[in-house]
């Protein structure tokens, strides 16, 4: 079945960098464009980055431009979110969901990054 | 302040109908742009609930409908159980933010 598995969430330091990884299965990944939503702790959705299925087309929320990179590896099957200057705003779940003609679906089970010291 | 407004709860009665408004810009769903809605259960991940305005996915129920005039789009659920009580969101695009927008979400209490 479509599945979207996401990993690399944990505690880092203000300041830090982390790389989180989605792990994609049950359809043709390579087909897909693909972001990266998060929410932090009670709060609602935000929406943080996509790539289009080549990878050649990538959009930033404003609140992460300069300090995130999202990348693709289509013979993997996996979505990449590398993540530098973390703020102590930037705790969130963080989830992988694939873009289909501006929706998000499916979405993954998210991973828990917090920024603290 | 989220882009798209949404009301911060809505509580409905076993059986009864409920709406969910969502209220956006000239930029956004006024301009055209279609809106898509989540279905988030305690714990869980967002579901894809209605997508293009008014399409259901497999498998949810026709319970649950979508409408979108002007600036402004609506989720309605009918017929409410006790397993809707959950957040839903609205989703669009923003042309001026150049990327996908969301609505701060609305909890649904079943009484």
């Known amino acids: 079945q479509v599945q979207l598995v996401e990993s690399g969430g944990g505690l880092v330091k203000p300041g830090g960098s982390l790389r989180l990884s989605c792990a994609a299965s049950g359809f043709t990944f390579s087909d897909y464009y693909m972001s990266w939503i998060r929410q932090a702790p009670g709060k609602g959705l935000e929406w943080v980055s996509y790539i289009s299925s080549s990878g050649s087309t990538i959009y930033y929320a404003d609140s992460v431009k300069g300090r995130f990179t999202i990348s693709r590896d289509n013979a993997k099957n996996s979505l990449y979110l590398q993540m530098n200057s973390l703020r102590a705003e930037d705790t969130a779940v963080y989830y992988c969901?694939?873009?289909?003609?501006?929706?998000?679906?499916?979405w993954g089970q998210g991973t828990l990054v917090t920024v603290s010291s | 302040q989220s882009v798209l407004t949404q009301p911060p709860s809505v509580s409905g009665a076993p059986g009864q109908r409920v709406t969910i408004s969502c209220t956006g810009s000239?930029?956004?769903?006024?301009?055209?742009?279609?809106v898509h809605w989540y279905q988030q259960l305690p714990g869980t991940a967002p579901k894809l609930l209605i997508y293009?305005?008014?399409n259901r996915p497999s498998g949810v129920p026709d319970r649950f409908s979508g409408s979108k005039s002007g600036t402004s789009a609506s989720l309605a659920i009918s017929g409410l159980q006790a397993e809707d009580e959950a957040d839903y969101y609205c989703q669009s695009y923003d042309s001026s933010l150049s990327g996908e927008v969301f609505g701060g979400g609305t909890k649904l209490t079943v009484l």
């Open positions: 000239s930029s956004n769903i006024g301009a055209g742009y279609d």
């Open positions: 293009g305005n008014s």
């Open positions: 969901a694939s873009r289909a003609n501006g929706w998000f679906d499916p």
